[in-house]
């Protein structure tokens, strides 16, 4: 069983930064692609990013391209999102994701595993 847990939500005001993490446990995180989806209140979950295994590719919904970035550490089996540049539309629940079927899967928001999320409002 995969397990992911996520820190380093918050309230920040428009045109900060917060940084996301999302540790995992139970298997090889290497095997792994990793995504980021948020919710916002009364929308549908949509992708934010994604990160290879290796992390030798990245995705990025066209909404945060060039403000937010997706890295990962395999040997701290943890993924990040660093937000810069906040506006207070990227206000939602932020949960990471994770599957070893490929970046299509997690991208299409239908991986096998996922964290419980962590809130972060942006303020205007």
């Known amino acids: 069983q995969v397990q992911l847990v996520e820190s380093g939500g918050g309230l920040v005001q428009a045109g900060g930064s917060l940084s996301l993490s999302c540790a995992v446990s139970g298997r090889t995180f290497s095997n792994y692609v990793m995504g980021w989806f948020r919710q916002a209140p009364g929308k549908e979950r949509e992708f934010v990013a994604a990160?290879?295994?290796?992390?030798?590719?990245?995705y990025y919904a066209d909404s945060v391209k060039g403000r937010f970035t997706i890295s990962r550490e395999n040997d701290k089996n943890t993924v990040y999102l660093q937000m810069n540049s906040l506006k207070p539309e990227d206000t939602a629940v932020y949960s990471c994701a994770a599957d070893d079927r490929g970046s299509y899967t997690v991208r299409s928001g239908v991986a096998n595993f996922w964290g419980q999320g962590t809130q972060v409002t942006v303020s205007s």
């Open positions: 990160i290879t295994g290796s992390g030798g590719q990245t």
